[in-house]
């Protein structure tokens, strides 16, 4: 299994000889995509001429009901909870949104409901990408998880802090930041790795991690 940090929240896995980009918008897309994972419709997340780039006739895309109209393309889209199969893959939607972080007063950036996270399970492992989304109480409920992305930019998902605590309640093998603005990822890996027996793996966009 090969996992591959475009950039951004954007990540290429091959596993098993099936293509997965998650969230299409940074990065070299230049491999048809058998699968396509888009947690919320923003433009960062679901990027029309990227998706272009890699969509064949027997691609699937599992996103939400808003990036499938942005695209004009059929999607599956699940909410918290459900799951989906194809193949030897399985899709698993989480709860994605903020509770303290908004637009404007009362206006999260990422309401409840509009987007997901998504945890792919392939060859016994699993790989959570958390999306969009503040440190919410449901994250406390995933267990068993052995690589997770995380958000940890602040402004529009987790700060470094929230992202800390997010890792500690999930506590997988390994976690990888992302979606980086203007905070320290390094902050990140020693808080973490001291404070759980979480390991934090530091990815420069356009390096593959073997898994």
């Known amino acids: 299994m090969e996992l591959k940090w475009l950039g951004h929240a954007s990540w290429k896995l091959k596993t098993g000889g099936v293509t997965i980009?998650?969230?299409?918008?940074?990065?070299?897309?230049?491999?048809p995509a058998d699968i396509i994972l888009s947690t919320h419709h923003h433009?960062?997340?679901c990027k029309p001429d990227k998706v272009a780039l890699i969509k064949?006739?027997?691609?699937?895309?599992?996103?939400?009901?808003?990036?499938?109209?942005?695209?004009?393309?059929?999607?599956?889209?699940?909410?918290?909870?459900?799951?989906?199969?194809?193949g030897e893959i399985s899709v698993k939607a989480v709860e994605a949104y903020n509770f303290k972080r908004f637009r404007n007063p009362g206006e999260p950036y990422h309401p409840k409901g509009v987007g997901v996270g998504?945890?792919?399970?392939?060859?016994g492992k699993s790989i959570y990408h958390v999306g969009d989304s503040d440190f919410i109480e449901?994250?406390?409920?995933l267990k068993g998880i052995d690589v997770m992305l995380v958000p940890s930019?602040?402004?529009?998902?987790?700060?470094?802090?929230d992202a800390v605590e997010a890792a500690m309640a999930v506590n997988p093998v390994m976690a990888i930041p992302m979606h980086i603005w203007d905070t320290d990822p390094n902050e990140f890996k020693v808080q973490v790795e001291s404070a759980c027996s979480t390991q934090v793996k530091?990815?420069?966009?356009?390096?593959?991690?073997s898994l």
């Open 21 to 31: 980009y998650i969230d299409p918008y940074e990065g070299e897309y230049d491999e």
């Open 43 to 45: 433009d960062d997340h």
């Open 56 to 86: 064949t006739d027997e691609t699937k895309i599992i996103a939400t009901t808003e990036c499938g109209e942005k695209l004009g393309a059929e999607v599956k889209s699940l909410k918290p909870g459900e799951s989906t199969r194809i």
């Open 118 to 123: 998504y945890i792919v399970y392939a060859e």
């Open 138 to 141: 449901e994250m406390k409920d």
């Open 153 to 161: 930019g602040g402004t529009y998902t987790m700060d470094c802090p």
């Open 202 to 209: 530091m990815m420069e966009p356009g390096e593959t991690l």
